[in-house]
């Protein structure tokens, strides 16, 4: 199969603009560590449930909700940093009306499954489930709430 001359050097052409571009893309190395937020709003959540960060990024939870909330890993499924983690994240009414905050630091990928020990607690198979009688916070109607339940991917 003969390549005709133009379609040769438009080829060469290309391959060179491309390993050109790759050659100034930034290492992977380079990414400085970045921070990122996990609010608690006013509501028993923690949004965003989802995160994906690279190892030596920065989680802060920021709790705006009056009442307090924990976060605490969930050992039988975490493989990143921070097992046995259990660690109280105070309410604007215990803070004298500031949110509370607590940030862990992640240097190793893997997976980083949490949730609020106040909402949420694990049943026979370690999954996440609303407390019922056993523990949590109840309304006055009986409800204790969905379950407070997140995760943090860690990335390379």
Not at 51 to 57: C, E, Q, R, S
Not at 72 to 84: E, N
Not at 139 to 153: D, K
Request: hydrophobic residues 40%; negative net charge; proline residues 7%.
């Amino acid at each position: 199969m003969r390549i005709s001359r133009r379609l040769a050097i438009t080829v060469a052409a290309l391959l060179t603009i491309g390993v050109a571009a790759v050659g100034v893309l930034p290492s992977a190395d380079a990414a400085p560590a970045r921070r990122h937020r996990v609010l608690v709003p006013e509501a028993d959540r923690f949004t965003p449930a989802g995160l994906t960060i690279h190892a030596g990024d920065t989680v802060q939870w920021v709790n705006r909700d009056t009442d307090n909330h924990t976060v605490v890993s969930d050992d039988a499924f975490t493989t990143a940093d921070h097992a046995g983690t259990d660690v109280h994240l105070v309410g604007t009414d215990d803070n004298g009306g500031q949110p509370g905050t607590v940030q862990l630091t992640f240097s190793q990928p893997g997976m980083f499954f949490y949730y609020c020990r106040l909402h949420a607690r694990l049943d026979a198979s370690r999954q996440p489930v609303a407390p019922g009688p056993d523990g949590g916070i109840q309304s006055n109607n009986g409800n204790f709430g969905t379950p407070m339940m997140g995760v943090i991917t860690v990335l390379p």
